[in-house]
């Protein structure tokens, strides 16, 4: 079955770096473009990035753009997030998700949470 | 970018009752809408896409419908295991954006 599992998480302060991973199993993940989507506490859905398959294509939200990276290592079935210059507003839960055949998120990891406190 | 607008932000019901979740569009995306639940603590679990088809394993008591600009997601039935936060998403185009959520509470 298809499985998200992502780590990386914790406490960290303004301005210093963080790297997610995501593992996936259970399906050909270099045939599927991958996101990362957060959640803060007690607020909404945010979509953060996304890369295709092949890692050719990327888009970002505008709100981690120049500072977050996100790419993929199709040989160890591996997303990545690379959080740089971490502000206090990024604390949030981070999901990874897979882009469905329908182009919709089919499915989602269990959530890593990155808490940027001074 | 495009915003998506959820309504209501939440909702009071009962088992049994017919609930009826509205989200609209800033602009025309077609049917690339999907609609997620999400409990707390927990991931959000893909319930439709493409505006009206059911994510395999989803009960039929869930329906969506709409296109363009106006969708609605529909619980026929609520059941205990139905309350919980709801979310629309557009992919349409980038960056992909998620309504506020409807809360669902008895």
């Known amino acids: 079955q298809v499985q998200l599992v992502e780590s990386g998480g914790g406490v960290t302060q303004p301005g210093r770096s963080q790297r997610l991973s995501c593992a996936a199993s259970?399906?050909?993940?270099?045939?599927?473009?991958m996101h990362w989507v957060r959640q803060a506490p007690g607020k909404g859905l945010e979509w953060v990035a996304v890369i295709s398959y092949d890692g050719k294509t990327i888009y970002y939200a505008d709100s981690v753009k120049g500072r977050f990276t996100i790419s993929r290592d199709n040989s160890k079935n591996t997303l990545y997030l690379q959080m740089n210059s971490l502000r206090i507003e990024d604390t949030a839960v981070y999901f990874c998700s897979r882009r469905g055949g329908g182009q919709h998120f089919d499915y989602w990891g269990q959530g890593t949470l990155i808490t940027v406190s001074p | 970018d495009i915003q998506m607008t959820q309504a209501p932000s939440s909702l009071s019901a009962s088992i049994g009752d017919r609930v009826t979740i509205t989200c609209r569009a800033s602009?025309?995306?077609?049917?690339?809408l999907a609609w997620f639940q999400q409990k707390p603590g927990k991931a959000p679990k893909p319930l439709i896409y493409a505006a009206a088809t059911l994510q395999s394993g989803v009960p039929s008591k869930f329906s969506g419908s709409g296109s363009g600009t106006d969708f609605t997601l529909t619980i026929s039935s609520l059941q205990p295991e139905d309350f919980a936060t709801y979310y629309c998403?557009?992919?349409?185009?980038?960056?992909?954006?998620f309504g506020g959520g409807t809360k669902v509470e008895i």
């Open positions: 259970g399906f050909p993940f270099n045939t599927f473009a």
């Open positions: 602009q025309g995306i077609s049917n690339f």
């Open positions: 998403q557009q992919y349409d185009d980038y960056p992909l954006t």
